[in-house]
């Protein structure tokens, strides 16, 4: 069983467009991180999100925490054949065993 | 530059071979975690360390041996590998492995088991 489940798992769209990745669990997490990861690399941490409804934004990146703190969201904005990658959402949860998991992952692919 | 190093990058072995990979993180964190990504599975949580403790074992394999001598060196030894242990094997740093534990990774050493 997956406890943090991505969708799409992939996406490929045309430059400019754009795209919304979610990330939903039924635990409750205390923070939640979004990570990029390109071909050949590990992944790279974009944001945390620590409070329930929180929203930050990076350039043309909007992340939403939910509000019981068990699902959050990726919005990208006029999406850029940049943005190609891996995208990985992890969190650490209240309660259960070792508490910092990943989710299944979005791959998108950004077409010029 | 993410402040985590990881050799080698790339290594091809036989599987009677014995390697071993290293991992070192420069950002002053007291975790460390090695991570096995395979194609078209999630992330993998292989060993958690933790002032050099090992705090978590995920039911990995003991062809698979982790070392910690400090805080800012980790190892993964290797024997008798089977193919399907092929695939990215990332390590990690993090200040600590409690809340907000935001992890730092490193670029990976891809491995092959001929």
């Known amino acids: 069983t997956q406890l943090l489940e991505q969708s799409p798992q992939f996406l490929s769209i045309q430059e400019g467009e754009n795209l919304t990745v979610y990330c939903n669990s039924s635990?409750?997490?205390?923070?939640l991180q979004w990570y990029r990861q390109e071909p050949g690399e590990g992944p790279v941490l974009l944001v945390t999100?620590?409070?329930?409804?929180e929203v930050k934004k990076l350039k043309r990146l909007t992340f939403q925490f939910g509000d019981a703190r068990k699902d959050s969201s990726l919005h990208i904005t006029a999406a850029q054949p940049g943005d190609t990658g891996l995208y990985l959402c992890?969190?650490?949860?209240?309660?259960?065993?070792?508490?910092?998991?990943f989710g299944t992952g979005t791959r998108l692919k950004v077409l010029a | 530059e993410t402040g985590v190093t990881q050799t080698p990058r790339h290594l091809v072995m036989g599987m009677t071979n014995k390697k071993s990979l290293k991992c070192e993180q420069h950002?002053?964190?007291?975790?460390m975690y090695w991570y096995k990504q395979s194609a078209k599975k999630p992330l993998e949580l292989m060993f958690v360390?933790?002032?050099?403790?090992?705090?978590e074992n995920n039911s990995v394999p003991s062809r698979f041996s982790p070392e910690c001598p400090n805080s800012s060196h980790l190892f993964l030894h290797l024997h008798t590998l089977q193919p399907e242990d092929s695939a990215l094997y990332l390590c990690?740093?993090?200040?600590?492995?409690?809340?907000?534990?935001?992890?730092?990774f490193g670029p990976g050493t891809r491995l092959t088991v001929t």
């Open positions: 950002l002053g964190h007291n975790a």
């Open positions: 992890a969190g650490t949860r209240i309660s259960g065993t070792y508490k910092y998991i």
């Open positions: 990690a740093s993090s200040r600590a492995t409690s809340d907000t534990a935001e992890q730092y």
């Open positions: 360390y933790s002032l050099e403790e090992r705090v």
């Open positions: 635990s409750v997490f205390s923070s």
């Open positions: 999100v620590v409070t329930g409804g």
